[in-house]
Protein backbone atom coordinates (compact mmCIF):
# COMPACT_ATOMS: atom_id res chain seq x y z
CA UNK A 1 0.00 0.00 0.00
CA UNK A 2 1.91 2.86 -1.23
CA UNK A 3 1.49 6.13 0.69
CA UNK A 4 0.10 4.99 3.21
CA UNK A 5 0.04 7.23 6.93
CA UNK A 6 0.49 4.02 9.42
CA UNK A 7 0.05 4.92 13.08
CA UNK A 8 2.22 3.48 15.09
CA UNK A 9 -0.35 1.61 17.34
CA UNK A 10 -3.49 1.19 14.73
CA UNK A 11 -5.93 -0.60 16.13
CA UNK A 12 -6.78 -2.11 12.75
CA UNK A 13 -4.25 -2.91 10.30
CA UNK A 14 -6.71 -3.85 7.60
CA UNK A 15 -10.23 -2.37 7.39
CA UNK A 16 -13.02 -4.06 4.75
CA UNK A 17 -12.74 -0.23 3.67
CA UNK A 18 -8.75 0.16 3.37
CA UNK A 19 -9.39 -0.12 -0.21
CA UNK A 20 -10.83 3.38 -0.49
CA UNK A 21 -8.78 4.82 2.12
CA UNK A 22 -5.22 6.48 2.13
CA UNK A 23 -4.66 6.57 5.86
CA UNK A 24 -5.08 3.55 8.75
CA UNK A 25 -7.36 3.88 11.38
CA UNK A 26 -6.48 6.58 14.03
CA UNK A 27 -5.86 4.50 17.13
CA UNK A 28 -8.20 6.84 19.41
CA UNK A 29 -10.82 7.04 16.07
CA UNK A 30 -10.67 3.31 16.48
CA UNK A 31 -11.53 2.74 20.46
CA UNK A 32 -14.26 5.26 20.21
CA UNK A 33 -16.22 3.95 17.41
CA UNK A 34 -15.70 0.27 18.26
CA UNK A 35 -18.78 -1.76 19.73
CA UNK A 36 -17.02 -5.19 20.12
CA UNK A 37 -16.28 -4.23 23.40
CA UNK A 38 -20.22 -4.71 23.69
CA UNK A 39 -21.79 -6.25 21.26
CA UNK A 40 -19.86 -9.39 21.56
CA UNK A 41 -22.93 -10.33 23.06
CA UNK A 42 -24.34 -10.82 20.01
CA UNK A 43 -22.66 -13.84 18.68
CA UNK A 44 -24.56 -16.65 18.45
CA UNK A 45 -27.11 -14.69 16.62
CA UNK A 46 -24.78 -13.43 13.96
CA UNK A 47 -23.43 -17.02 13.97
CA UNK A 48 -27.10 -18.40 13.04
CA UNK A 49 -27.67 -15.31 10.71
CA UNK A 50 -24.71 -16.21 8.67
CA UNK A 51 -24.96 -19.69 8.33
CA UNK A 52 -28.73 -19.14 6.78
CA UNK A 53 -27.74 -16.38 4.42
CA UNK A 54 -24.72 -18.88 3.55
CA UNK A 55 -27.54 -21.21 2.83
CA UNK A 56 -29.54 -18.86 1.33
CA UNK A 57 -26.40 -17.29 -0.79
CA UNK A 58 -25.75 -21.06 -1.82
CA UNK A 59 -29.37 -21.57 -3.26
CA UNK A 60 -28.85 -18.84 -5.00
CA UNK A 61 -25.58 -20.22 -6.76
CA UNK A 62 -23.65 -17.55 -5.40
CA UNK A 63 -21.88 -20.05 -3.43
CA UNK A 64 -20.41 -23.99 -4.33
CA UNK A 65 -21.68 -26.51 -2.22
CA UNK A 66 -18.33 -26.85 -1.01
CA UNK A 67 -18.03 -23.21 -0.37
CA UNK A 68 -20.94 -23.37 1.48
CA UNK A 69 -19.81 -26.04 3.40
CA UNK A 70 -16.43 -24.78 4.49
CA UNK A 71 -18.01 -21.19 5.47
CA UNK A 72 -20.84 -23.08 7.34
CA UNK A 73 -18.12 -25.16 9.16
CA UNK A 74 -15.84 -22.10 9.97
CA UNK A 75 -18.64 -20.57 11.23
CA UNK A 76 -19.72 -23.05 13.62
CA UNK A 77 -16.37 -23.32 15.35
CA UNK A 78 -15.99 -19.72 15.57
CA UNK A 79 -18.75 -20.11 17.67
CA UNK A 80 -17.54 -23.27 19.49
CA UNK A 81 -14.29 -20.97 20.38
CA UNK A 82 -16.41 -17.91 21.44
CA UNK A 83 -18.68 -20.26 23.74
CA UNK A 84 -14.80 -21.05 25.26
CA UNK A 85 -13.07 -17.96 25.64
CA UNK A 86 -12.05 -16.50 28.73
CA UNK A 87 -12.55 -12.93 30.21
CA UNK A 88 -8.80 -12.42 29.42
CA UNK A 89 -9.12 -13.76 25.62
CA UNK A 90 -12.00 -11.37 25.20
CA UNK A 91 -10.23 -8.31 27.12
CA UNK A 92 -7.24 -9.35 24.30
CA UNK A 93 -9.70 -9.14 21.35
CA UNK A 94 -11.50 -5.98 22.58
CA UNK A 95 -9.77 -2.92 19.78
CA UNK A 96 -8.84 -5.05 17.28
CA UNK A 97 -11.94 -4.96 15.27
CA UNK A 98 -15.21 -2.46 15.18
CA UNK A 99 -17.91 -4.67 16.09
CA UNK A 100 -19.13 -8.22 16.38
CA UNK A 101 -20.01 -8.41 12.43
CA UNK A 102 -16.27 -7.82 11.52
CA UNK A 103 -14.92 -9.87 14.53
CA UNK A 104 -16.29 -12.99 13.15
CA UNK A 105 -15.84 -12.34 9.40
CA UNK A 106 -12.27 -11.98 10.14
CA UNK A 107 -11.67 -15.08 11.82
CA UNK A 108 -13.27 -16.79 9.39
CA UNK A 109 -11.14 -15.58 6.92
CA UNK A 110 -8.53 -16.41 8.97
CA UNK A 111 -9.31 -20.03 9.01
CA UNK A 112 -11.08 -20.95 6.04
CA UNK A 113 -9.30 -18.13 3.60
CA UNK A 114 -10.26 -16.43 0.97
CA UNK A 115 -13.48 -18.25 0.46
CA UNK A 116 -14.83 -16.30 3.94
CA UNK A 117 -14.85 -13.02 1.73
CA UNK A 118 -17.77 -14.25 -0.05
CA UNK A 119 -19.93 -14.32 3.25
CA UNK A 120 -20.94 -10.46 3.20
CA UNK A 121 -21.97 -10.91 -0.82
CA UNK A 122 -25.53 -9.35 -1.25
CA UNK A 123 -25.56 -7.90 2.82
CA UNK A 124 -24.40 -5.66 4.26
CA UNK A 125 -23.99 -5.08 8.25
CA UNK A 126 -26.86 -2.95 8.56
CA UNK A 127 -29.37 -5.37 7.86
CA UNK A 128 -26.95 -8.06 9.42
CA UNK A 129 -27.29 -5.82 12.82
CA UNK A 130 -31.00 -5.40 12.13
CA UNK A 131 -31.32 -9.03 11.63
CA UNK A 132 -29.03 -10.33 14.94
CA UNK A 133 -31.11 -7.48 17.39
CA UNK A 134 -34.90 -9.46 16.21
CA UNK A 135 -32.95 -12.95 16.74
CA UNK A 136 -31.46 -12.12 20.10
CA UNK A 137 -34.82 -10.02 20.90
CA UNK A 138 -37.04 -13.11 20.38
CA UNK A 139 -34.53 -15.58 21.96
CA UNK A 140 -33.82 -13.91 24.98
CA UNK A 141 -37.36 -12.09 25.53
CA UNK A 142 -38.51 -15.64 25.68
CA UNK A 143 -36.60 -16.22 28.37
CA UNK A 144 -37.22 -13.64 30.28
CA UNK A 145 -40.76 -14.42 29.76
CA UNK A 146 -40.31 -17.75 31.68
CA UNK A 147 -38.99 -16.27 34.33
CA UNK A 148 -41.58 -14.12 35.13
CA UNK A 149 -44.39 -17.04 34.58
CA UNK A 150 -41.82 -18.71 37.21
CA UNK A 151 -42.40 -16.16 39.71
CA UNK A 152 -46.12 -16.12 39.21
CA UNK A 153 -45.43 -19.83 40.29
CA UNK A 154 -44.15 -18.64 43.47
CA UNK A 155 -46.71 -16.00 44.27
CA UNK A 156 -49.84 -18.62 43.77
CA UNK A 157 -48.22 -21.06 45.56
CA UNK A 158 -47.69 -18.40 48.65
CA UNK A 159 -50.87 -17.34 48.33
CA UNK A 160 -52.93 -20.64 48.05
CA UNK A 161 -51.28 -21.29 51.75
CA UNK A 162 -52.59 -18.06 52.78
CA UNK A 163 -56.32 -17.16 51.91
CA UNK A 164 -57.40 -17.02 55.40
CA UNK A 165 -54.41 -14.45 56.49
CA UNK A 166 -55.73 -11.06 56.82
CA UNK A 167 -54.19 -8.03 56.95
CA UNK A 168 -55.20 -3.92 56.89
CA UNK A 169 -55.97 -3.27 52.87
CA UNK A 170 -54.42 0.09 52.24
CA UNK A 171 -55.19 3.38 50.59
CA UNK A 172 -53.12 6.77 50.62
CA UNK A 173 -50.66 4.26 53.10
CA UNK A 174 -53.16 4.79 55.60
CA UNK A 175 -55.96 1.29 56.81
CA UNK A 176 -58.57 0.97 54.73
CA UNK A 177 -60.25 -2.27 54.42
CA UNK A 178 -58.72 -5.92 55.67
CA UNK A 179 -58.08 -7.50 52.89
CA UNK A 180 -56.58 -11.33 52.43
CA UNK A 181 -52.52 -11.77 52.08
CA UNK A 182 -53.38 -13.97 49.24
CA UNK A 183 -55.74 -11.15 47.52
CA UNK A 184 -52.03 -8.52 48.26
CA UNK A 185 -50.00 -11.35 46.64
CA UNK A 186 -51.83 -12.23 43.75
CA UNK A 187 -52.12 -8.29 42.73
CA UNK A 188 -48.87 -8.76 41.55
CA UNK A 189 -49.77 -11.77 39.94
CA UNK A 190 -51.96 -9.76 37.87
CA UNK A 191 -49.43 -6.86 36.90
CA UNK A 192 -46.87 -9.35 35.39
CA UNK A 193 -49.79 -10.90 33.68
CA UNK A 194 -49.47 -7.85 31.65
CA UNK A 195 -46.34 -7.91 31.57
CA UNK A 196 -45.69 -11.23 30.16
CA UNK A 197 -48.77 -9.88 27.17
CA UNK A 198 -46.78 -6.97 26.41
CA UNK A 199 -43.45 -9.07 25.93
CA UNK A 200 -45.08 -11.11 23.82
CA UNK A 201 -46.99 -8.98 22.00
CA UNK A 202 -44.04 -6.92 21.29
CA UNK A 203 -42.74 -10.49 19.23
CA UNK A 204 -45.77 -10.49 16.90
CA UNK A 205 -44.41 -7.47 15.63
CA UNK A 206 -40.33 -8.34 14.96
CA UNK A 207 -41.55 -11.61 13.36
CA UNK A 208 -40.08 -10.48 10.16
CA UNK A 209 -37.17 -11.30 8.45
CA UNK A 210 -35.21 -7.82 8.22
CA UNK A 211 -31.88 -9.92 5.66
CA UNK A 212 -32.15 -8.75 2.30
CA UNK A 213 -32.49 -4.91 2.97
CA UNK A 214 -28.37 -4.40 1.92
CA UNK A 215 -27.08 -1.19 3.34
CA UNK A 216 -30.36 0.69 2.93
CA UNK A 217 -31.99 -0.35 -0.90
CA UNK A 218 -32.37 -3.59 -1.27
CA UNK A 219 -29.93 -6.61 -2.44
CA UNK A 220 -28.83 -6.86 -6.32
CA UNK A 221 -28.59 -10.79 -5.93
CA UNK A 222 -32.27 -11.78 -6.19
CA UNK A 223 -31.57 -13.57 -3.02
CA UNK A 224 -34.85 -15.47 -1.88
CA UNK A 225 -35.69 -13.50 1.07
CA UNK A 226 -38.90 -15.48 1.63
CA UNK A 227 -36.84 -18.71 2.09
CA UNK A 228 -34.26 -17.15 4.33
CA UNK A 229 -37.36 -16.33 6.68
CA UNK A 230 -38.54 -19.99 6.79
CA UNK A 231 -34.71 -21.05 7.44
CA UNK A 232 -34.60 -18.51 10.68
CA UNK A 233 -38.39 -18.92 11.64
CA UNK A 234 -39.46 -15.70 10.80
CA UNK A 235 -43.46 -15.83 9.47
CA UNK A 236 -42.46 -12.76 7.09
CA UNK A 237 -40.32 -10.50 5.66
CA UNK A 238 -40.03 -6.80 5.85
CA UNK A 239 -41.53 -5.14 3.59
CA UNK A 240 -39.26 -1.56 2.99
CA UNK A 241 -35.72 -2.02 2.79
CA UNK A 242 -34.89 1.95 3.68
CA UNK A 243 -37.05 1.02 7.14
CA UNK A 244 -35.75 -2.15 7.74
CA UNK A 245 -31.77 -0.88 8.22
CA UNK A 246 -32.68 1.82 10.66
CA UNK A 247 -35.92 0.35 12.93
CA UNK A 248 -35.58 -0.07 16.06
CA UNK A 249 -38.86 -0.06 17.14
CA UNK A 250 -38.33 -4.02 18.68
CA UNK A 251 -35.68 -2.60 20.83
CA UNK A 252 -37.47 0.63 22.32
CA UNK A 253 -40.67 -1.87 22.90
CA UNK A 254 -38.93 -3.90 24.89
CA UNK A 255 -37.41 -1.56 26.71
CA UNK A 256 -41.08 -0.19 27.61
CA UNK A 257 -42.50 -2.95 28.41
CA UNK A 258 -38.90 -3.51 30.51
CA UNK A 259 -39.76 -0.54 32.45
CA UNK A 260 -43.17 -1.42 33.11
CA UNK A 261 -42.34 -4.98 34.54
CA UNK A 262 -39.30 -3.07 36.79
CA UNK A 263 -42.34 -0.40 37.74
CA UNK A 264 -44.50 -3.31 39.22
CA UNK A 265 -41.52 -5.10 40.82
CA UNK A 266 -40.20 -1.51 42.12
CA UNK A 267 -44.04 -0.74 43.71
CA UNK A 268 -43.84 -4.56 44.97
CA UNK A 269 -40.38 -3.91 46.55
CA UNK A 270 -41.49 -0.96 48.07
CA UNK A 271 -44.78 -2.41 49.68
CA UNK A 272 -41.94 -5.28 50.93
CA UNK A 273 -39.55 -2.73 52.20
CA UNK A 274 -42.34 -1.00 54.16
CA UNK A 275 -43.96 -4.22 55.52
CA UNK A 276 -39.85 -5.35 56.94
CA UNK A 277 -39.71 -2.45 59.08
CA UNK A 278 -40.29 -2.63 62.88
CA UNK A 279 -43.03 0.00 62.23
CA UNK A 280 -45.17 -3.08 60.57
CA UNK A 281 -43.10 -5.98 60.86
CA UNK A 282 -45.23 -7.92 58.40
CA UNK A 283 -42.83 -9.72 57.15
CA UNK A 284 -38.81 -11.52 57.86
CA UNK A 285 -36.75 -11.88 55.41
CA UNK A 286 -34.33 -14.65 55.27
CA UNK A 287 -30.75 -13.69 56.40
CA UNK A 288 -29.19 -15.26 53.10
CA UNK A 289 -31.32 -12.30 51.21
CA UNK A 290 -30.29 -9.44 53.58
CA UNK A 291 -27.64 -7.23 54.28
CA UNK A 292 -26.60 -6.33 57.35
CA UNK A 293 -24.56 -3.07 58.90
CA UNK A 294 -20.97 -2.34 58.23
CA UNK A 295 -21.34 -0.27 61.93
CA UNK A 296 -24.67 -0.69 63.38
CA UNK A 297 -24.96 -4.05 64.65
CA UNK A 298 -28.30 -4.77 65.10
CA UNK A 299 -29.07 -4.05 61.27
CA UNK A 300 -30.49 -5.83 58.37
CA UNK A 301 -31.36 -4.20 55.42
CA UNK A 302 -33.82 -5.57 52.82
CA UNK A 303 -30.71 -4.00 50.12
CA UNK A 304 -32.30 -6.59 47.95
CA UNK A 305 -35.77 -4.85 47.59
CA UNK A 306 -33.75 -1.70 47.15
CA UNK A 307 -32.06 -2.68 44.58
CA UNK A 308 -34.47 -3.79 42.22
CA UNK A 309 -36.24 -0.67 43.20
CA UNK A 310 -32.98 0.90 42.60
CA UNK A 311 -32.75 -0.80 39.13
CA UNK A 312 -35.82 0.47 37.98
CA UNK A 313 -34.67 3.97 37.18
CA UNK A 314 -31.79 2.58 35.27
CA UNK A 315 -34.04 0.51 32.84
CA UNK A 316 -36.19 4.12 32.22
CA UNK A 317 -32.93 5.38 31.61
CA UNK A 318 -32.39 2.91 28.94
CA UNK A 319 -35.94 3.65 27.61
CA UNK A 320 -35.15 7.44 27.48
CA UNK A 321 -32.19 6.54 25.96
CA UNK A 322 -32.94 4.89 22.73
CA UNK A 323 -36.24 7.33 22.49
CA UNK A 324 -33.47 10.25 22.32
CA UNK A 325 -30.77 8.63 20.09
CA UNK A 326 -33.95 7.81 17.24
CA UNK A 327 -35.61 10.67 17.26
CA UNK A 328 -33.49 13.28 15.26
CA UNK A 329 -32.60 10.43 12.61
CA UNK A 330 -33.28 10.80 8.77
CA UNK A 331 -33.59 7.74 6.90
CA UNK A 332 -31.89 5.44 6.89
CA UNK A 333 -28.95 3.80 8.73
CA UNK A 334 -26.71 6.22 10.84
CA UNK A 335 -24.06 4.97 13.42
CA UNK A 336 -26.45 6.23 16.29
CA UNK A 337 -27.73 3.52 16.03
CA UNK A 338 -24.95 1.15 17.58
CA UNK A 339 -25.85 3.29 20.85
CA UNK A 340 -28.79 0.72 20.68
CA UNK A 341 -26.73 -2.04 22.35
CA UNK A 342 -25.86 -1.49 25.40
CA UNK A 343 -29.19 -0.07 26.73
CA UNK A 344 -30.85 -3.01 25.47
CA UNK A 345 -27.79 -5.49 26.80
CA UNK A 346 -27.89 -3.79 30.07
CA UNK A 347 -31.75 -4.19 30.61
CA UNK A 348 -32.22 -7.61 29.43
CA UNK A 349 -29.26 -8.60 32.35
CA UNK A 350 -31.21 -6.30 35.06
CA UNK A 351 -34.50 -7.64 34.42
CA UNK A 352 -33.48 -11.12 34.74
CA UNK A 353 -31.48 -10.56 38.20
CA UNK A 354 -34.46 -8.17 39.25
CA UNK A 355 -37.15 -11.57 38.35
CA UNK A 356 -34.72 -14.02 39.73
CA UNK A 357 -34.51 -12.12 42.93
CA UNK A 358 -37.89 -11.45 43.76
CA UNK A 359 -38.63 -15.38 43.29
CA UNK A 360 -36.66 -16.50 45.49
CA UNK A 361 -37.30 -13.95 47.95
CA UNK A 362 -41.25 -14.71 47.35
CA UNK A 363 -40.19 -18.41 47.58
CA UNK A 364 -38.29 -17.73 51.89
CA UNK A 365 -40.33 -14.57 52.67
CA UNK A 366 -41.71 -15.67 56.42
CA UNK A 367 -45.10 -14.05 56.99
CA UNK A 368 -45.70 -12.74 60.29
CA UNK A 369 -49.02 -13.77 60.10
CA UNK A 370 -49.77 -12.73 63.89
CA UNK A 371 -48.81 -8.75 63.28
CA UNK A 372 -50.63 -8.96 60.15
CA UNK A 373 -53.75 -10.35 61.60
CA UNK A 374 -53.55 -8.10 64.91
CA UNK A 375 -53.49 -5.14 62.80
CA UNK A 376 -56.71 -6.31 60.71
CA UNK A 377 -58.37 -7.28 64.03
CA UNK A 378 -59.18 -2.86 64.32
CA UNK A 379 -62.91 -2.15 64.54
CA UNK A 380 -62.10 0.87 62.40
CA UNK A 381 -61.15 -1.10 59.39
CA UNK A 382 -64.79 -2.56 59.75
CA UNK A 383 -66.46 1.40 59.57
CA UNK A 384 -67.81 0.95 55.91
CA UNK A 385 -69.35 -2.65 56.64
CA UNK A 386 -71.47 -0.65 59.46
CA UNK A 387 -72.16 2.11 56.83
CA UNK A 388 -73.16 -0.72 54.27
CA UNK A 389 -74.83 -2.72 57.42
CA UNK A 390 -77.52 0.70 57.46
CA UNK A 391 -77.69 0.43 53.78
CA UNK A 392 -79.33 -2.95 53.51
CA UNK A 393 -81.61 -1.74 56.48
CA UNK A 394 -82.63 0.90 54.05
CA UNK A 395 -80.85 4.41 54.30
CA UNK A 396 -79.40 5.76 51.89
CA UNK A 397 -75.38 5.67 52.10
CA UNK A 398 -74.56 8.97 52.01
CA UNK A 399 -76.72 9.25 55.25
CA UNK A 400 -74.91 5.94 56.35
CA UNK A 401 -71.38 7.51 55.99
CA UNK A 402 -72.55 10.10 58.01
CA UNK A 403 -74.16 8.34 60.78
CA UNK A 404 -70.32 6.19 60.93
CA UNK A 405 -68.71 9.13 60.50
CA UNK A 406 -69.88 10.26 64.06
CA UNK A 407 -69.60 6.71 65.33
CA UNK A 408 -65.89 6.37 64.31
CA UNK A 409 -65.75 10.15 65.79
CA UNK A 410 -66.85 9.27 69.00
CA UNK A 411 -64.68 6.04 69.31
CA UNK A 412 -61.39 7.61 68.47
CA UNK A 413 -62.19 10.56 71.08
CA UNK A 414 -63.29 8.07 73.66
CA UNK A 415 -60.50 5.86 72.89
CA UNK A 416 -63.19 3.13 73.22
CA UNK A 417 -63.48 0.79 70.23
CA UNK A 418 -66.80 0.59 68.76
CA UNK A 419 -66.88 -3.25 68.05
CA UNK A 420 -66.79 -3.54 72.25
CA UNK A 421 -70.24 -0.97 72.53
CA UNK A 422 -73.45 -2.99 73.48
CA UNK A 423 -76.67 -2.38 70.79
CA UNK A 424 -78.29 0.57 73.01
CA UNK A 425 -75.17 3.05 72.16
CA UNK A 426 -75.02 2.30 68.40
CA UNK A 427 -79.09 2.82 68.69
CA UNK A 428 -78.28 6.21 69.98
CA UNK A 429 -76.97 7.52 66.46
CA UNK A 430 -79.43 5.58 64.51
CA UNK A 431 -82.34 3.14 65.25
CA UNK A 432 -81.81 0.85 62.30
CA UNK A 433 -79.40 -0.76 64.29
CA UNK A 434 -80.46 -4.21 64.73
CA UNK A 435 -78.66 -7.46 67.24
CA UNK A 436 -77.97 -8.71 63.58
CA UNK A 437 -75.10 -5.69 63.37
CA UNK A 438 -72.89 -8.06 65.49
CA UNK A 439 -72.41 -10.11 62.69
CA UNK A 440 -71.39 -7.94 60.03
CA UNK A 441 -69.02 -6.28 62.57
CA UNK A 442 -66.59 -9.02 62.35
CA UNK A 443 -63.54 -9.44 59.82
CA UNK A 444 -64.25 -12.64 58.70
CA UNK A 445 -67.80 -11.24 58.06
CA UNK A 446 -66.23 -8.13 56.38
CA UNK A 447 -63.98 -10.70 54.40
CA UNK A 448 -66.84 -12.87 53.33
CA UNK A 449 -69.47 -10.15 52.06
CA UNK A 450 -66.83 -9.16 49.26
CA UNK A 451 -67.81 -11.93 46.98
CA UNK A 452 -67.30 -10.82 43.59
CA UNK A 453 -65.03 -11.64 41.05
CA UNK A 454 -62.06 -9.87 42.04
CA UNK A 455 -62.57 -9.50 45.71
CA UNK A 456 -61.05 -10.70 48.65
CA UNK A 457 -63.93 -12.91 49.55
CA UNK A 458 -62.43 -16.57 50.80
CA UNK A 459 -64.90 -17.92 47.81
CA UNK A 460 -63.75 -15.42 45.35
CA UNK A 461 -59.65 -16.28 46.11
CA UNK A 462 -60.39 -19.99 45.65
CA UNK A 463 -61.82 -19.59 42.53
CA UNK A 464 -59.71 -16.61 41.27
CA UNK A 465 -56.70 -19.32 42.15
CA UNK A 466 -58.83 -22.36 39.92
CA UNK A 467 -58.65 -19.78 37.04
CA UNK A 468 -55.17 -18.69 37.62
CA UNK A 469 -53.89 -22.10 37.64
CA UNK A 470 -55.36 -23.56 34.42
CA UNK A 471 -54.27 -20.08 32.76
CA UNK A 472 -50.35 -20.93 33.88
CA UNK A 473 -50.69 -24.53 32.72
CA UNK A 474 -48.00 -24.77 29.84
N1 LIG B 1 -21.82 -1.88 14.80
C1 LIG B 1 -22.80 -1.32 13.92
C2 LIG B 1 -24.14 -1.16 14.71
O1 LIG B 1 -24.25 -1.73 15.72
C3 LIG B 1 -23.04 -2.24 12.77
C4 LIG B 1 -23.48 -1.57 11.53
C5 LIG B 1 -22.36 -0.77 10.97
N2 LIG B 1 -22.79 -0.19 9.76
C6 LIG B 1 -22.17 0.83 9.23
N3 LIG B 1 -22.69 1.30 8.14
N4 LIG B 1 -21.16 1.42 9.79
O2 LIG B 1 -25.01 -0.46 14.32
Known sequence: MPNKKQHNKSQWESTAWEGRFTEAADPDAA????????????????????IAHTQGLARAELLTASEEKTIIAGLKEIEEEMHKESLS???????????IHMHIERRLVEKVGEVGGKLHTGRSRNDQVALDLRLYLRAETAKAIDLISALQSSLVTRAEAEITTFLPGYTHLQQAQPVSLAHHLLAYFEMLERDKGRFSDSLKRLDQLPLGAGALAGNSFGLDRKANAKALGFSGVTANSLDTVCDRDAVIEFLSAASMLMMHLSRWSEDWILWASTEFSYISLPDSLSTGSSMMPQKKNPDLLELIRGK????????????????????????????????LFDTMHTIRGALRIMKRLTDEVIFQKY?????????LLLATDLADYLVTKGLPFRQAHKVVGKIVYRAIEEKSPFETWPLKTFQTFCPLFKTDLFERLSLQGAIDKKSGIGGTSTKSIRAEIRKIKKRLKP
Open 31 to 50: VFTTSFTFDRELFPYDIQGS
Open 89 to 99: DIASQSTLDED
Open 312 to 343: TGRVYGSLMTLLTVMKGLPLSYNRDLQEDKEP
Open 371 to 379: RMMTAANDG
